[in-house]
Every structure is written in structure tokens, then in C-alpha cells.
């Protein structure tokens, strides 16, 4: 079997198989000067996949913004990293597991979970916490009910045994995603920034290692699109594509890694993930302008009779790629030792700039290092705006239509949609507490405080991400989703540092779906210019598209904001009598927006218009509020417009408190009042000692603003003219309509 | 006075040892060393902490292969001469799996791991560990486990209801002992119990997670506190 994998010829059948053009191998055969063996077609599959080499959007990821003071590491690493002042630096990135998940929801999270936290700690960072951005079709389908159960539990039985909290994230139901579930988890890691660890494989002559897991034959159809006969018909038995998760290999190589790097003994790290053995070596290899010589007979295998082949494209979990320096072996074994962990020594880092892999001494690829990485095929093209989007935007319901929805009931149909409603459910079975430093945990507020030990800083994570927005406006729809983020951190007092972003899409061949992406791209861009939020790390996801279509094009943001004075956060307190005061203008757009989807059932209209300038000015407004004591609540207007974020507020109150909104005086319709998601819009809750205060200080912004309400003692939630229900009735709704639904019986396997 | 040396035994899958290190730093008079699993003597340790996490992994069953770590066997040796031990989640599975502690914990009866904040009631002060409290008296420490249902047989529950010996109850936020405020099936709301003699304590709720109040509870100081004087 072996003999006959190695010697397979490459026909343009098996050049297809591959999910390689005509072109793409023409191109291969000018840059090799001969045509590749079997072998090598399957790493240049690899490597030149959208997965790993990002030909659909690499061209675009560039005119993302970057730089700035506070990059420490821009893309191009494991992960990125900003400065977090006291010597410190914070490491992060998001990506996504969907395609594993969909097919093994438990395995596929938590090996998503995995791999996020190994980019972290191959930078010598410790991680500190995890998010996790979760969508999944509609809760009262029972398929849905089954991934969305086994997702959470994947991610929280991974992170729960690594002691690494979750600490926030979000979880969004609409059926785009029925079929594609996307599962994005984010790593956040703190280091010192003389400890940060570059993936390079620098100093011809070092030895090369891998640490960690064995090797077997899952998740070699992980990366890339090959087709399953090409690499099964001869198998005994077949595998499963997905990984298998081992938490606690994981952990072991955790503090393996964070000890070795402290050690001095490596010259560089790598995660061995999406495509395995194949990319961190040569990734590594291009990063320090070397070669690198492996051979595939020393890696530890996990079965007998595996082909080079199998052995270069395999993903199993938990292995490193260690280049060490060459005097220090022993140190690097004590520690592998100490850890009980595997440590072989595989190949050598060479001068050529050659990617050479033999077997047993024998060679089976020969590839220039930068054929394999700087040569990825790059595909750019200008595509119209698609014809669906004049659709969407002209099925708008009319103001009768509108003025015909019962504004009470819709409160209580939208706070008890699972998209809105309380996560309990989902991050109650997640560790948020352990390590110690978890000021604001899932819940609590818009983002996730974390304490930075020894200091007097915070940091402030939020993830967000409208796939709705971005379906019916994808431009507005990737800055929608960095401003969301930005008024989250803001809502705790942080300042906006960085993101991360992590673009889920469906076929880029297609011309509907590259439009939604490059345009949803450029809102991004210009979002993150105008908070001055560079983008440090990211992952691309296309191809999520079920029989049923395309997922909703659903660019996700993961933020890091910093707040220098932890004391400087809301304290969360209110009594009666306090004032609400809302900062931005009042609601009036409807469109894409949750009133429509949830109560009428309707993808429709344009996103909300996006003012970047009032966005940021508003955010500063609310951070100041809240550093002088001024606001002790603050939380950002979003799905549902006002009203939702009104009994949010409420909900967050000591028990037996109220809320009594006032609406703007002259509407005939309360609806846009009420439901609109217009941006850049904050509700406080504001002391009555210090509202005059507020007053003068709002009325010198020049901002809009009003006082939108007060708080109450009759434990009543108003909503103005439009009539009041019990705080307890609508929280009950709004708290167990997941539980709700998950608690049934019958789904429990 | 020299400050008393308290052991935080590492296992290779524990992961609160750090905080459990920082609790027993924070604690003043007690001075925490590592003790690595692998090791076969106590250092002059006075006072024992097993830490929560996975010990091994913990795939067979919580605690159920630490118990025979060379460790261990140093631990249950200290913990039968009349040493204080102290059990946190994972650590009160292993001294439950060594026999220490007599019960098990078994997987929470709602299948899932759960995490919150957790309101507890003080019902015994005759343990070193809880001898700062007050009787009744109710505190918050973090909970986070996917098996910490305890079980025994009624004789058992009796015993150490008799002897004073449940020291730590789930309890609602006002202080009763309901099904709803249980988190995971527990026999008669039981967080935590101690040993015939007082000076072994396992408990499932973190007070090493509740040490300051930027975290949302100090309770947990009194259990360290407790530790640090039974070791003195």
C-alpha cells in the first residue's frame, strides 16, 4: 500500500483531485523545473489552499490597517500582540473550527479551542482567557439543539481542563447558519515583551524537534479540499477528518512550551496545526530565510506502515515544531522529561533555502522554501454588487406595516429570542473564574474585564460580528461589527487597542460572496483606521455553505482594549431614583435589524448607516463618564434598539428596581424609538447626585443625547406610553429561553 | 516567627496551583512551596494544599490515578499522622479516591460542568479550616466542576452530620438549603466535609478563588487562614 501511495502517478485527474487548476500546476512545474512526484502535489495542495496560503484574500488583508504604537506584533505570526504598558504585552487571535464542528461538534470545538491556544503559548504567552463567537440555525430544530449542545460542551471541556477561563464571547441564532455552524474561539495571552517568541526557524545547523503528541492519520483531509478516495480506497479502515482533541497533552505541552522558551534553549516554536508538519516547516523556514531538512522516519507515529505523505499532511493535535540551539539538548529533554512528554529531534535547519524531506535518508521532496510559501497564487478580482442586494433593501415593510406590530409583545418575543436572550446556559458551562483576575465575567456587561496581575490595569475583550447586517450591506456590516466591538470595551472604560478578526464567508469562486467579503474587508479597514485599532492577527473561513446556501457573509471582531486605573470601571450600582440617560441620537432604523427578523420573520432593508466620527466621539464620552464616577451602568444600544437594552440595564439592577423609559415626545410611531439599532448609541445609568453634572458635561460635547428615563423602585419596566410589564416576567422570559428549550428531555444523548 | 511552610502539590493536570500558591502567599504567616508529583518526600512542609484541575487527565475517573502518585502516598501519610490537608474540587476528589474522606464525587447530576458564583453556609466550626467563621454564617466561592455530586451511604451522611463533620452546604442567596440552589445533586446540599480529627478538608467550591473582592468575594481568606494556624 505504501509502495503503490508514493509511487501514484500525478495525472491531471489527481492534479483535480487535488483542488489544483490547470494553471496552478503549470505553475508548480516552472517553479520545481520538473514535474512534483505524489508527494509534493499534496504539500503544494496544502500550502497553496486557501487555508493555509490565502489566495482568495490575501490580496485584500493588506489594505487592513496594521500598525500602530501599540503593536508589538502585527500579522504574519502565531497570533498578534499589543502593549499593555507595565512591560507586559497582550497576545491574541481569533480563528474558526466550522467545517469540524458541523461535522463533529464536540471534537471539532474543542480541537478549535486547541489550536487557538497553541498560537498563544508558541509565543511564550500564558493564556489568560478565551471567547468563543458561536452561530447556529434555529434552536427549535433538533439538529441545531444537538451542535449547539456538543459545541458548547467541546469548548468548555478543552478550555475547563487547560485552567484557562472563557470569559466571554457571544452565541447568535439565524438559520443561514442551519447547516454551517460557525464556531470562532478566541486566546488571549499575557507575557512579558522580552519573553515574546518568534515562529522562526533561524541558524543553519539547529536542530529541529517535535514535542508533544504522536502522530497518526487524523485530520489529513483537515486543510485541504482532497478529494476522500484518493486517500482511502487503499486504507484498512477509514478515519474520521476530524482531530481528536487530548486536553491534557495539551496542557502538559503548555507548560512544556512556556518553560522551554523561558529556558533559552529554543530558537523558535511552532504550532503544528492546519496542515500539520507541512506548514510550521516551512512557514518557519521562510520566516528565518533558511532551509529545513526532515526526516519523516524519526517523527513518533501513532500507527505503523504511514507514507511520508500521511506523515507530512497529518493534523493530529498537540505537537510542536521546535528549533532548538545546538548546545542545548539536555536542558530541552529535562524538560520534555519533566512533563512526560515526547521530544524526538527530526531534521536540522540547513542554508539552502530548500524544503527537503526524506525518508530513512532517502529524499522525497525537494521544494524551494518560497515556491511553497512566498508563491501562493493570488486571485483578485473587481465583481458588481449582486442583484440580491437591491432585492433585500426593496423588500423594506412600509410604516403601516411597521405601526401594526404590537410594541409589547414584540419586547417579549425579543427578549425571549435565543439571540438576545440569556446565555446562561452556554457560559455557565465554561470555567470563568479560574486564574483569578476575572474582574467582569460572561454576563456582567458589554465586554470582559480582566484584572493584569501586578498592576493596576485591566484589559477589556469583546467579540462581535452581524452576519445579517453584512448580508444586506457587507461594507457597513464589517464596520458595524468593529464599532460594536469598540462601544463593548468602551461600556466597561476600556480604550480600544486592537483587534483580531476572523472572516467566516461562503465560496470566494463565487462573484456574490467575494463582493460580500472585499467590501465587508474594506468596512473593516476603515472602522479600525478611525478607532485606531489595528488589525494584529486573523483567519479567513470561506466555503461555509450547506445545500441550503451561503451562510450569512459574518466577519467577526475580537477586541482588546485597555483600562489603565482598574478602579476607573462602572461599579454596577443604582437606586431609585437614578437617572437613565441615553448618549447618541434616538432610534429610528429598522432595517436588517432584529425587530424585523424576529417578529416578522424578514431579512430586509439597509444596515444602519455607519458614522465612524460620532462612533468614536461617543465612546470617549461614555469612558470619561464612567472614569469620574459619573455613570455607574453603562451598556451599548444594539440588537433590539432601546427597548432591549433598556430591560438589559434593568435586568443587571439589584432585584426590586425598575426602569421607567420616556420616549421622545411627536413620533406617531413608537417603533423607531424603541427598535431602532441606529449606531453609536449608549444608555447610562446615571447617579442623582451627579445628573447636573452629566448635563453640563453632555450639553459641552455638543453630542445628542436626552435623559431617556429614570430608575424606579415599583420593579416595573415602562416603556412610555406604550404600557409597563413586571421586571421579574419579562427576566424570567429572558433568562429561560434557552434553558428552556435545551432542557428537553428527548434531545439528551 | 519564620513563616510556616505550606505544601501546593502539582500534578502535571492541575491548573488552580497558581492560584492556590498566590492564596497561600496572600495569607499572612504561611509561606507556600511547590511539592511536584513526582516527588517522594514533603520538603518540611507543615500544611498540605491539593489544588484543583485534571490531575491525570482525569479521563477515567476524577482523582482516580493521583491517588497512587508517589506524591500521594507521602500526603496520605502526613494527612494519618494529624497533618493538615486541605482538598479543593479536584483535591477533595483525589482525598476522596485515597480514603481520606469517606463518599465520592460523582458527575453533577445535570451532566454539565457547572460555573458560578455560589453562596455556601458555614455549619460547622469545628474544623481548623472554618474555626474563623462564624456558625451559619454565609459565604461565596466560585464553583467550577463537571463531577461534584457527593455521594455516600445515609449511615455515613449521618455520622458526619452527628459529628459535626459537614462543614460547607449549597445554599440559596438567602441561606437555605433548596433543590434549586444545589448544583449538582450533592447528598443533603454537602459542599464540603472534613475527617474525623478536623485537619483533612475537601471541599468543591473554590477558596482559592475568592480572596479579594476585585474578584467579587475575600471569604475565602478564612479557609487559608484556618490552614496556615493549624499548621503553625
Known sequence: MTVAMRDTPVTPDVVAAHG????????????????????????????WSEHCGYKYSRAWLSELPSRGPQVVQGPGENAGAVDVGDGLAVVFKMESHNHPSAVEPYQGAATGVGGILRDVFTMGARPIAMLDSLRFGNLDDPHVRYLFRHVVRGVGDYGNCVGVPTVGGEVVFDDSYAGNPLVNAMCVGLLRHEDLMRATAAGPGNPVYVLGASTGRDGIHG???????????????????????????????????????????????????????????SEMAARGRTGIEIDVARVPRREPGMTPYEVLLSESQERMLVVARPD??????????????????????????????????????????AALVDEV?????????????????????????????????????????PTIACKRWVWEQYDHTVQTHTMLGPGRADAALLLLPGTRS????????????????????????????????????????????????????????????????????????????????????????????????????????????????????????????????????????????????????????????????????????????????????????????????CFGLPSGLGIALDLPAGDDSPHGALFGEDGARYLLVVPAVSLVEVRERLAATGAPWRQAGRVTDDGRIGFGAVGSRERNELQRLWEEAIETRMENLEDQR | MSPV??????????????????????????????LWHKETGLRGVRGIVLAGGFSYGDYLRAGAIARFSPIMERVIAFAKSGGPVLGICNGFQILAEAGLLPGALMRNDRLTFVCRDQPLRVDSVRSPFTASFRPGEIVRFPIAHGEGNYV?????????????????????????????????????????????????????????????????????????????????
Open chain 1, 20 to 47: 489544483l487548476r490547470p494553471d496552478e500546476y503549470d505553475r508548480i512545474v516552472e517553479l520545481l523545473g520538473r514535474e512534483p512526484n505524489f508527494t509534493e502535489l499534496g504539500v503544494f495542495s496544502l500550502m
Open chain 1, 223 to 281: 486543510a485541504s479540499k482532497l478529494a476522500s478516495t484518493e486517500l482511502s480506497e487503499d486504507s484498512a479502515e477509514s478515519r474520521p477528518t476530524v482531530q481528536i482533541g487530548d486536553p491534557f497533552t495539551e496542557k502538559l505541552l503548555l507548560e512544556a512550551t512556556l518553560e522551554l522558551i523561558a529556558s533559552g534553549a529554543a530558537v523558535g516554536v511552532q504550532d503544528m496545526g492546519a496542515a500539520g508538519l507541512t506548514s510550521s516547516s
Open chain 1, 328 to 369: 542545548q539538548e539536555t536542558a530541552l529533554m529535562a524538560i520534555a522529561e519533566k512533563w512526560d512528554l515526547p521530544c524526538t529531534r527530526v531534521g536540522v535547519v540547513t542554508p539552502d533555502q530548500e524544503w527537503r524531506i526524506l525518508e530513512d535518508g532517502d529524499e522525497v521532496c525537494r521544494i524551494p522554501v
Open chain 1, 377 to 417: 497564487p493570488r486571485y483578485a478580482r473587481e465583481v458588481d454588487a449582486p442583484q440580491y442586494l437591491a432585492e433585500v433593501h426593496a423588500r423594506m415593510p412600509g410604516p403601516a406595516a411597521v405601526a401594526a406590530i404590537d410594541p409589547l409583545a414584540a419586547i417579549e418575543t425579543l427578549l425571549s429570542a
Open chain 1, 458 to 649: 485591566a484589559i477589556a475583550l469583546a467579540t462581535d460580528g452581524n452576519g445579517r447586517y453584512t448580508y444586506c450591506d457587507p461594507r457597513r456590516g464589517g464596520a458595524l461589527a468593529v464599532v460594536e466591538a469598540a462601544r463593548n470595551v468602551s461600556c466597561v472604560g476600556a480604550r480600544p487597542l486592537a483587534v483580531t478578526d476572523c472572516l467566516n464567508f461562503g465560496n470566494p469562486e463565487k462573484d456574490a460572496v467575494y463582493f460580500q467579503f472585499v467590501e465587508a474587508v474594506r468596512g473593516i479597514a476603515e472602522a479600525c483606521r478611525a478607532l485606531d485599532a489595528p488589525v494584529v492577527s486573523g483567519n479567513v473561513s470561506f466555503y461555509n455553505e450547506s445545500p441550503a446556501g451561503a451562510i450569512h457573509p459574518t466577519p467577526t471582531i475580537g477586541m482588546v482594549g485597555l483600562l489603565e486605573d482598574r478602579d476607573e470601571r462602572p461599579r454596577g450600582e443604582a437606586a431609585g431614583g437614578d437617572a437613565v440617560v441615553l448618549v447618541g441620537a434616538n432610534g429610528s432604523h429598522l432595517g436588517a435589524g432584529c425587530l424585523l427578523s424576529e417578529v416578522l420573520g424578514l431579512v430586509a432593508g439597509r444596515a444602519p448607516d455607519v458614522d465612524l466620527e460620532a462612533e468614536r466621539r461617543h465612546a470617549e464620552i461614555v469612558r470619561s463618564l464612567i472614569r469620574e464616577g459619573l455613570a455607574s451602568v453603562a451598556h451599548d444600544i444594539g440588537d433590539g434598539g432601546l427597548a432591549v437594552a433598556a430591560a438589559e440595564v
Open chain 2, 5 to 34: 511552610p505550606i505544601g501546593v502539590v502539582r500534578f502535571p493536570g492541575t491548573n488552580c496551583d497558581q492560584d492556590v500558591f498566590d492564596a497561600v502567599a496572600a495569607t499572612a504567616g504561611a509561606q507556600p512551596v511547590w
Open chain 2, 152 to 232: 455516600a451511604d445515609d449511615e455515613t451522611l449521618d455520622r458526619l452530620e452527628t459529628a459535626g463533620r459537614v462543614v460547607f452546604r449549597y445554599v440559596d442567596e438567602d441561606g437555605r438549603v433548596t433543590a434549586a440552589a444545589n448544583p449538582n445533586g450533592s447528598a443533603r446540599s454537602i459542599a464540603g466535609i472534613a475527617s474525623e480529627n478536623g485537619m483533612v478538608l475537601g471541599l468543591m467550591p473554590h477558596p482559592d478563588r475568592a480572596m479579594s473582592l476585585l474578584v467579587g468575594s475575600e471569604d475565602g481568606r478564612g479557609v487559608f487562614r484556618g490552614l496556615m494556624e493549624a499548621a503553625a
